[in-house]
């Protein structure tokens, strides 16, 4: 961890005190955990402070974490991770929040502290499933209007729920059933034992 990392650290702890509820360095940044119901307030010091000056957000994100590490992760399923810039001082911090409810997670909308949070936003909403109160257009975003569900959500079927085709009788589009079997494609090369030798090549 640079110098100038380990002040920022210092720097958060002092600012934001029990807020905080984690600070580790990783990735080549420091990524801090608060919890959903600091997450406006902590924000807007993130913001406002002079000494800390994180005018931009650069990108959002959801998470879902089941099945995390290898199954042996136990807490909340989804987190929203942002990515925070502060031209200011030359400095990138890694924020991290919680829902607390993982049949409905909901956290608070950073919309009205960064403009650039309206499509994150709703790219989160639409993908994991995660709402944000207080976003004044919150609707999908990179998924069909009719869509069900959340395809990045860990439990999402790979072939989807359904699936849609251009009718020529009725002219139009039209969803239906799946009809694609779920099927493990294992590459021929590990499958066929002898493939090497057929192609005249030499095992090693």
């Known amino acids: 961890m640079s110098t100038r990392t380990e002040q920022l650290q210092e720097t958060l702890r002092e600012i ?10 990783a990735l080549g940044e420091l990524t801090v955990v608060v919890k959903g119901g600091d997450l406006i307030e902590v924000c807007r010091t993130l913001r406002d402070d002079p000494r800390l000056a ?5 990108d959002l994100c959801g998470v879902d974490y089941s099945e995390y590490g290898d199954g042996g992760y136990e807490g909340p399923r989804f987190a929203v991770v942002y990515h925070l810039l502060s031209v200011k001082h030359n400095l990138r911090l890694r924020l991290r929040c919680f829902a607390p409810n993982d049949d409905f997670p909901v956290l608070a909308s950073v919309l009205p502290l960064w403009s650039s949070a309206n499509w994150y936003e709703r790219e989160a ?13 919150l609707r999908r975003l990179l998924t069909d209007y009719g869509f069900v569900g959340h395809p990045f959500r860990k439990d999402f079927p790979l072939s989807g729920n359904v ?8 002219k139009r589009v ?8 779920p099927r493990v494609i294992t590459p021929r090369i590990v499958r066929e034992e002898n493939y090497a030798d057929s192609e005249g090549f030499r095992k090693g």
């Open 16 to 25: 934001l005190g029990e807020r905080l509820q984690s600070a580790a360095f």
């Open 54 to 58: 994180f005018e931009q957000l650069i």
């Open 125 to 137: 909403f639409d993908l994991y499933g995660i709402m944000f109160t207080g976003h004044p257009d």
């Open 163 to 170: 699936e849609m085709r251009y009718d020529p009788d009725q």
């Open 174 to 181: 039209i969803y239906q059933p799946v009809t694609i079997e």
